[in-house]
């Protein structure tokens, strides 16, 4: 059992979970980013790396020996016993170790980062939903500026995702993110208090 608010975290592609976690981050906050846990899951080096390798073969890596996440992505977006296959084998891991670095949190409220929170069953002790809404146009041209990816890709990947609406009409708050870096920077400290009050009332 944890005893501290959890707040799960997410947000489409682009849409700046990364920088709203590293403001709170700022603020003193615990973050548990699950997309940072399946990087390392699958460094080189790794067993899961060798079996990701045996599965799929030898051409799923970088000629320096790591993993070709955007191959493998490639391949499973139209593969979906493919993709079975590798949330199978990260998944329970992913999860577990997210446990784990949860309850050794010591902030008084703790984000958890979840690309795909709403779709995936495996995060329901989240305590509360918070997304982070971005309008479409910004959320591709962010996209594109910091992947170097052409237009379609950006629109690709977003159209592959659930619609804002969708994310929307599960989140308990929301940050919306249409404005500077300054203005999401002061939402964050908004809800800051808001969730230190939370925590308190838990107390
Ligand atoms: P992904 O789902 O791909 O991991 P993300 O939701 O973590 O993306 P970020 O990486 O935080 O999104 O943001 C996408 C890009 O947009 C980054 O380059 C980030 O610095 C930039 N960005 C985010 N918010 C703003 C903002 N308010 N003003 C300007 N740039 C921003």
Redesign the pocket.
Known sequence: MIELNIIGMT?G???????VSLFFAELGISVVDT?QISRELVKSGSSNLQEIVAFFGSDILLTNGELNRSKLRQIIFSKPDKKQWLEALLHPQIRKLAWQQLAACHSSYAILVV?LLIESQHYDFVDRILV?DCEEDLQIE??M??DQNDRSVAKGIISSQLTRKQRLSQADDVIE?N???AE?KDKVRQLHEYYQELAELRD
């Open positions: 947000g592609i682009g849409s700046g979970k990364t920088q997309d690309p982070v962010r996209v500026q910091r993110n404005g500077t870096l999401l």
